[in-house]
């Protein structure tokens, strides 16, 4: 865990000194007081500032970009985050030249990066804390490949008569083919098999 000491007049003041440091705010912080300021000798002579040790509080999103970055480094590649904030936790976009090796095949190697991403983020969360891990909407695109697949396998289910079993599938890959075909007037859906290997199967009502 990061700490610094730092002196001052005051502890306010020594702390004040340390926060502008790090450039972060006082919740940040635990402060461990080392010494109390002393006025000596006629209010000068062998006076002591105050030393404080202050000790970050690691934050779950920067652990977790800090580890990409790490990673990143060691792989020898160039890419960038950016970070927002939607409904269901942060969402870190990643951009770069070299984004193939990072996503892998439909998306394989991005879920599993995601997954460590989590539980380093989750190591310094007081609460569940959710990243989804994105590359260049690599997800979007995803999603739209997989609602149109769901349309034209339902076609092929009607035409035929005879369910279609999906290839193996993680859960929200599973849930947005479940989502698609929720309410179609014809075909219904649901999941079989042990996991990694549960697929999808859409099949006549």
């Known amino acids: 865990m990061k700490k610094i000491v730092v002196t001052g007049k005051t502890i306010e003041l020594a702390v004040k000194s340390g926060l502008s440091q790090w450039q972060v705010s006082e919740d940040r912080v635990n402060i461990h007081i080392l010494e109390q300021p ?9 006076s002591k500032e105050a030393k404080v040790e202050l000790e970050l509080i ?9 580890f990409l970055q790490d990673m990143f480094e060691a792989m020898q590649i160039s890419i960038t985050i950016d970070t927002r904030k939607d409904r269901e936790g942060f969402v870190l ?4 030249s070299e984004l193939g090796i990072l996503i892998g095949k439909r998306g394989q190697t991005l879920d599993a990066l995601q997954y460590l991403v989590n539980i380093v983020a989750n190591r310094y969360a007081n609460s569940h804390f959710r990243i989804i891990l994105d590359a260049e909407n690599f997800r979007d695109r995803r999603k ?32 947005i083919i479940h989502a698609e ?3 179609h007037a014809v075909v219904k859906t649901y999941s079989k098999g042990e996991e990694p290997n549960r697929r999808v199967v859409i099949a006549v009502k």
């Not at 690691?58 to 800090?66: N, S, V």
């Not at 034209?152 to 193996?168: F, G, M, Q, Y």
């Open 38 to 46: 002393s006025r000596g000798l006629f209010g000068f002579i062998g």
């Open 93 to 96: 976009n990643m951009s770069g």
């Open 144 to 175: 739209k490949t997989l609602e149109e697949l769901a349309v034209r396998l339902a076609n092929r289910v009607i035409k035929s008569k005879k369910e279609v079993i999906l290839e193996p599938m993680n859960s929200q890959e599973r849930k």
């Open 58 to 66: 690691p934050d779950p999103l920067e652990e977790a970009i800090a």
């Open 181 to 183: 075909l929720q309410g």
